[in-house]
Nanobody, 114 residues
């Protein structure tokens, strides 16, 4: 069973920063596009950003300029650096690996509140 293991969520004040991590099995990490999604109760899961195996990135308009997705090939880990956080960024954040098959992490809660 493929497991994606997320970490780094928590409570932060508006304007603050957090970095999420997603550890991925190497066979997945080498070939799959890695992405972050988020979901709030009662709403559909929302795509946030992705990075291809070649390193190309793309972002949702709502996070562009504030969030940065990156990957560390030596650690088989993808990161989401989140700066200038807003209350509307509050959600459960999920790591996703897509390469024909879809794999998901368990989710990590991010709460932006004063």
């Amino acid at each position: 069973q493929v497991q994606l293991v997320e970490s780094g969520g928590g409570l932060v004040q508006p304007g603050g920063s957090l970095r999420l991590s997603c550890a991925t099995p190497r066979i997945i990490f080498r070939y799959y596009t890695m992405a972050w999604y988020r979901q709030v109760p009662g709403k559909q899961r929302e795509w946030v950003a992705h990075i291809t195996s070649g390193g190309s990135t793309n972002y949702a308009d709502s996070v562009k300029g504030r969030f940065t997705i990156s990957r560390d090939d030596a650690k088989n880990t993808v990161y989401l650096q989140m700066n200038s956080l807003k209350p509307e960024d509050t959600a459960v954040y999920y790591c996703n690996a897509n390469g024909g098959l879809d794999y998901w992490g368990q989710g990590t809660q991010v709460t932006v509140s004063s």
